[in-house]
């Protein structure tokens, strides 16, 4: 059976994802790996992370930094600023 997430906690994830990154100023030389990404999100929603996230970098809202020996790296797009400033208001 599969869970489905509530309209309310999807914004929540997407809002704490997105503040993390434009708090540690990743945008064009700065990056976060997926798991300080998935940190403080309570641990019933953290299996969602990674599909909300999926959902950002469809968006371009969010970057694929690279991949490191720690896991995978984010950044924010910088061209969508006033929307990143949308989100985290």
């Given at each position: 059976?599969?869970?489905?997430?509530?309209?309310?906690?999807?914004l929540?994830?997407?809002?704490?994802?997105?503040?993390?990154?434009?708090?540690?100023?990743?945008?064009v030389?700065?990056?976060?790996?997926?798991?300080?990404?998935?940190?403080?999100?309570?641990?019933?929603?953290?299996?969602?992370?990674?599909?909300?996230?999926?959902?950002?970098?469809?968006?371009?809202?969010?970057?694929?930094?690279?991949?490191?020996?720690?896991?995978?790296?984010?950044?924010?797009?910088?061209?969508?600023?006033?929307?990143?400033?949308?989100i985290i208001?």
């Amino acid at each position: 059976m599969s869970k489905r997430i509530s309209p309310a906690d999807y914004l929540r994830i997407r809002k704490n994802i997105v503040k993390k990154l434009y708090a540690y100023g990743a945008f064009v030389h700065g990056h976060l790996l997926f798991e300080r990404l998935r940190q403080g999100i309570p641990s019933h929603l953290a299996g969602f992370v990674k599909q909300v996230l999926d959902d950002l970098l469809k968006e371009e809202i969010v970057l694929f930094y690279k991949r490191t020996k720690h896991g995978d790296a984010y950044q924010l797009n910088i061209k969508k600023l006033k929307e990143i400033e949308e989100i985290i208001i």
